[in-house]
T-cell receptor, first 115, second 116 residues
Framework: DQQVKQNSPSLSVQEGRISILNCDYT??????FLWYKKYPAEGPTFLIS?????DKNEDGRFTVFLNKSAKHLSLHIVPSQPGDSAVYFC??????????????FGKGTKLSVKP | DARVTQTPRHKVTEMGQEVTMRCQPI?????VFWYRQTMMQGLELLAY????????DSGMPKDRFSAEMPDATLATLKIQPSEPRDSAVYFC??????????????FGPGTRLLVL
């Protein structure tokens, strides 16, 4: 039973346009969410995170939105660049009694940004 | 430029052989994670340590896998005996173990294992 789901295995976007990557989760105890980017033959690289006390976090071209009632988060990339082409993983964790639990990852969405 | 390092980057071995993968976490990080990535399962947590103590290894097949932290600068993942189904990319990650606000994990480049 997947607790973190990325239902789109792939996404293709034109350079300069917005990329929207989606993630759904089932565990209401999750209180910290992250997005990682992964290039082939490399480890995942941390991109941006959001705590459950917020509904938006922005870092340059990247914005993560959290909708707790819908158990949904999304990553917006504006404007998209060819270098953004990678696999994006959504991850979540729960804080149990002050001790952060491990990350649960989605299966990833492959983003292709075409020039 | 602090990074998690992993060795070897690639390993090809025959079924039944022992495989040892090593990880050097970022200096100062007190949590270390081992993940396995396969096409079918995605990224799965195998085990993790905090302050060198194992906190969770429920994701790891106990009969053949073992994870240790001999010291704060070295984590090892061992498979003995290896099987073809163990073929995957194994990632190590480290973090600061933040108790509030969430913890960000920083990944190494991975060890690509092929068991023939």
């Amino acid at each position: 039973d997947q607790q973190v789901k990325q239902n789109s295995p792939s996404l293709s976007v034109q350079e300069g346009r917005i990329s929207i990557l989606n993630c759904d989760y089932t565990n209401s105890m999750f209180d910290y969410f992250l997005w990682y980017k992964k290039y082939p033959a490399e480890g995942p690289t941390f991109l941006i995170s959001i705590s459950s006390i917020k509904d938006k976090n922005e870092d340059g071209r990247f914005t993560v939105f959290l909708n707790k009632s819908a158990k949904h988060l999304s990553l917006h990339i504006v404007p998209s660049q060819p270098g953004d082409s990678a696999v994006y993983f959504c991850a979540a964790s729960a804080n149990y009694g002050g001790s952060q639990g491990n990350l649960i990852f989605g299966k990833g969405t492959k983003l292709s940004v075409k020039p | 430029d602090a990074r998690v390092t992993q060795t070897p980057r690639h390993k090809v071995t025959e079924m039944g052989q022992e495989v040892t993968m090593r990880c050097q976490p970022i200096l100062g990080h007190n949590t270390v994670f081992w993940y396995r990535q396969t096409m079918m399962q995605g990224l799965e947590l195998l085990a993790y340590f905090r302050n060198r103590a194992p906190l969770d290894d429920s994701g790891m097949p106990k009969d053949r896998f073992s994870a240790e932290m001999p010291d704060a600068t070295l984590a090892t993942l061992k498979i003995q005996p290896s099987e073809p189904r163990d073929s995957a990319v194994y990632f190590c990650a480290s973090g600061l173990g933040a108790s509030v606000g969430g913890e960000t994990q920083y990944f190494g480049p991975g060890t690509r294992l092929l068991v023939l």
